[in-house]
């Protein structure tokens, strides 16, 4: 269970657990109404996330502590001005075949950077099937996409541009349509060169804007930065089950509250009609079957819809997910599916987590911290 046996804190913690039922005993007879569960808490979490209670791990799962997002680079002058170029091209639907949808469209700042929707819509309003990512910490994600099958923002971009489902454009249509545009040009040749300016140029522009995106500032970001004494008792008890026992921590770690790893939560619909095989359509490889990248949890009371495909409105129907210890992939061989591929594999992370509805109410309340 134990990522390895810090036995120091282990103790510590043992003994804190030891004096605060004491104390939760005795304020019981004394009947004083406190709340001293809470008080023994907080002393376990008064210092920095490394001295903070072990999480509850499991086989496989690989953990690094919370912390604040890393400081990136400071941007050369050189990327600043790209950034800026690309700050215009995101909100440009000239870079689009139909002259009307930006990637501003789907990644709106009024939506935590997402567009709101179940999957977004894209060119001629046609569906598309994934949720649209929030892109508040882009800039650490890598690599890209539910699936990962972009390994750089660079990369990344050149897909909403050329999918016929997202922006439907061309090469040729994307490159006369920048060209034609003085703005671009000038700001272009600023940067040295006057040549024909390329999709890549574009792309490159887009990326060095998305990494100056940040995740809104939150009460997480105060925790960060001067400890738990900003959280009520409900959103520490919360934080402290997101560590411990509902295994959150698991594969929600590190600054992003991402592993970058990808798991199957057992909701890829697998053989029926909304199936949607995640990794295993970049991979091939059948372990990958319905896995998709954990999700950075920055700012995630803005994201809603939520997971891969939207299903969950509210915070609380994802709890209920994690609780019943993640869904279930039947094969349901009448359906839309593709059955040659081989069946998902449930995350072994995964099991039933019995929390109380008292407890979930608090995983809740510490997930809008966030
Ligand atoms: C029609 C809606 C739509 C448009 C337009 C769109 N996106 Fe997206 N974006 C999505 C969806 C949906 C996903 C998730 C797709 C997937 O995983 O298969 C996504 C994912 C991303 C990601 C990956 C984030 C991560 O954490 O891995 C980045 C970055 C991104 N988009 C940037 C852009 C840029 C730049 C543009 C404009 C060139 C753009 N998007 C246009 C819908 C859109
Ligand atoms: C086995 C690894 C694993 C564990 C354990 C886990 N998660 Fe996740 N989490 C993921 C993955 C993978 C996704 C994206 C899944 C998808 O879209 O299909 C995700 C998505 C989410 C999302 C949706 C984010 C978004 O933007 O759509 C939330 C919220 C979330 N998890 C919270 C939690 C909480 C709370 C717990 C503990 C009760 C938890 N997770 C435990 C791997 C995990």
Known sequence: MFRSLNLPRLVMTLAILVIAGSVAGRAQQAGDGGNPQAGALRALY???????????LGEGARFTEFGPLPRLPEPTPREKALADIGKRMFDDPALSRSGQIACASCHS?????????????????????????????????????????????????????????????????????????????TAFRALGGHRRLTLQDAAAALAAFERTLRPPRSR?????????????????????????????????????????????????FYGRPREDLGRY?????????????????????????YMH??????????????????????????????????????????????LTREERNALVA?????
């Open 46 to 56: 008064a210092g920095a996330p490394d001295t903070w209670p072990c999480p509850r």
């Open 109 to 185: 700042p009024e939506l935590g950077m997402g567009d709101g929707l179940r999957t977004a819509f894209g060119h001629d309003r046609q569906r598309g099937r994934r949720n649209a990512q929030s892109l508040y910490t882009a800039a650490w994600m890598a690599p890209l996409f539910w699936d990962g099958r972009a390994a750089t923002l660079e990369e990344q971009a050149l897909g909403p541009m050329l999918d016929a489902r997202e922006m439907a454009g061309t090469v040729r249509l994307i490159e006369v349509r920048i060209n034609k545009d003085k703005g671009y040009r």
């Open 220 to 268: 997480w970001s105060r925790v960060m930065e001067r400890g738990v004494a900003v959280l009520t008792d409900q959103e520490l008890e919360g934080l402290h089950l997101f560590r411990t026992k509902a295994g959150c921590a698991a594969c929600h770690s590190g600054p992003t509250l991402s592993d970058g790893k990808f798991h199957n939560l057992g909701i890829s």
């Open 281 to 305: 359509e970049v991979t091939g490889d059948p372990v990958d079957v319905g896995r998709f990248r954990t999700a950075s949890l920055l700012g995630t009371n803005r994201t809603a819809p």
């Open 309 to 354: 495909n939207g299903l969950f409105p509210t915070l609380e129907d994802v709890v209920s997910l994690y609780n019943a210890g993640g869904g279930r992939d039947r094969r349901s061989d009448q359906a839309g599916g593709k059955n040659d591929v081989p069946a998902p594999i449930h995350d072994p992370l995964l099991t039933p987590l019995k």
């Open 366 to 370: 510490f997930l809008k911290v966030l």
